[in-house]
């Protein structure tokens, strides 16, 4: 049960190193790609940090360029029309104009409309209808231009110098205002957001967007920006398609990597567990054979004190059966032979305790010059009469051989074959004792 505790307490701790790892691994993994992940989220803010920037340029430029050509458009106009103002105002002081001939000047030079108030406050114009004066006034200036969008006109209201005469002449707009509508922001502004990259872009007045003090304003989304350009804000949104898309692939990539460390992971846990498993077996079958040896040697301990023990009172009847038979000329032959079978019995006894020494006591070679063939010789002649009597032929063909060993245990090695092939051979036959040197 020690072990097995053990063993148990072992695999518990490997158990939870081997997860300890996987865990550190994953989280690796998992920082590794948010950091990945932040990355392009900051690559692609500088990038539409950088298109915001150079939009803003670009629109803000437009923008003051568009004012200054509006303005000298403006200027352009009224003063054409101030020269055209100035010729009517000689032909009208030569001769009065009428309202027919009023269309007629204004359909030849391309006016929509002329007005005319003289000093005594009559009025000729042409269409009629067309003015009404009261909705303009003349300031400090000689002149006023104004510009009505939705009846595409400019009008020109003059004061003539030196009398109180006031001439208002009118010009189409409509293809100035194509102008300055193709030359606009308007179509600035459509024509950057049909580019690549941008989704959509917008002039927006600034009081009424929610901003920061920042020049440039993160909102809800990555891809939006707020560029303030005076009293408006340029309102921008970058594409976020390929942020999106490399987003993506980072997750991909991440969820494939995953499963192929949870794979691994649980491939090398069941690696581990059966390579657990079989240590803790083969400690299992170590601490059986332990258990075994520790008995052998209790056992061995406890054979060899009793062998002592009986070896003792066997040598002092042996002495005695020895006297005994020494000092036995005068018994009967029934008793001699009492005294024979006990001096067997007691032999018999004393090469069972001699052998229970030793196998209870560890081998010990004396390694001393050994000459084999005379020590085989020797046993060989020994047992050669009890061969001779079960009728067992025996022959020994000896070489002359030497070495190093021990010559008590190779005579016992010796008598126990001899002794074995007498066993076996019970009804006559023969063995044949050879010693010889292989090549």
């Avoid at 692609?44 to 298109?51: G, Q, R, T, Y």
């Avoid at 000689?90 to 269309?103: C, G, I, N, R």
């Avoid at 491939?267 to 390579?275: F, I, N, V």
């Amino acid at each position: 049960m020690i072990t097995s505790g053990a063993g148990l307490n072992g695999r518990s701790v490997l158990w939870k190193a081997n997860l300890s790892v996987f865990v550190l691994l994953f989280g690796l993994i998992l920082g590794y790609f948010s950091w990945q992940v932040a990355q392009s989220r900051q690559a692609f803010e500088e990038h539409v940090n950088e298109h915001a920037q150079l939009v803003a340029e670009v629109v803000a430029t437009n923008v003051r360029a568009a004012g200054h050509s509006q303005q000298v458009v403006e200027q352009i106009v009224s003063d054409f029309l101030i020269n055209i103002a100035r010729f009517i105002a000689y032909l009208d002081q030569v001769e009065p104009f009428s309202s027919e001939e009023l269309a007629a000047y204004a359909q030849e030079n391309g006016l929509q409309g002329v007005w005319i108030r003289h000093t005594d406050q009559t009025v000729v114009m042409s269409p009629q209808g067309w003015f009404d004066q009261p909705l303009f006034q003349v300031g400090q200036d000689d002149h006023v231009l104004i510009h009505r969008q939705k009846r595409h006109e400019y009008i020109l209201l003059w004061k003539v110098p030196g009398d109180q005469r006031l001439i208002a002449v009118s010009l189409p707009a409509k293809s100035i205002e194509q102008l300055q509508e193709q030359m606009g922001v308007k179509q600035l502004l459509a024509a950057l957001s049909r580019l690549a990259g941008i989704d959509s872009l917008r002039l927006e007045p600034t009081a009424s967007v929610t901003r920061n003090n920042e020049l440039f304003t993160s909102q809800a989304v990555a891809g939006e920006r707020q560029i303030i350009l005076g009293k408006q804000t340029l309102l921008l949104a970058v594409e976020s398609t390929s942020l999106n898309k490399r987003i993506s692939g980072l997750w991909r990539e991440f969820y494939i990597f995953s499963g192929l460390l949870i794979v691994a992971g649980l491939a090398l846990s069941w690696l581990l567990y059966r390579y657990q498993n079989r240590h803790v077996d083969d400690l299992w079958q170590l601490h059986q054979q332990l258990a075994v040896q520790r008995e052998d040697a209790s056992l061995g301990r406890a054979a060899a004190t009793i062998s002592h023990e009986i070896r003792n009172p066997l040598n002092a009847i042996s002495m005695g059966l020895q006297r005994l038979q020494m000092e036995s000329s005068g018994l009967e032959g029934e008793h001699q032979q009492l005294l024979v079978a006990m001096s067997d019995a007691v032999k018999r006894t004393n090469e069972i305790v001699h052998g229970l020494q030793r196998y209870a006591l560890p081998l010990q070679p004396k390694m001393r010059p050994v000459t084999l063939n005379e020590l085989v010789a020797r046993i060989v002649d020994l047992y050669r009469p009890q061969f001779e009597m079960q009728g067992v032929h025996l022959t020994c063909q000896l070489q002359p051989v030497s070495c190093l060993g021990d010559g008590g245990l190779l005579g016992q090695l010796v008598e126990n074959l001899l002794k074995n092939a007498l066993e076996a051979q019970t009804r006559g036959g023969f063995v044949r004792v050879g010693l010889m040197v292989e090549q």
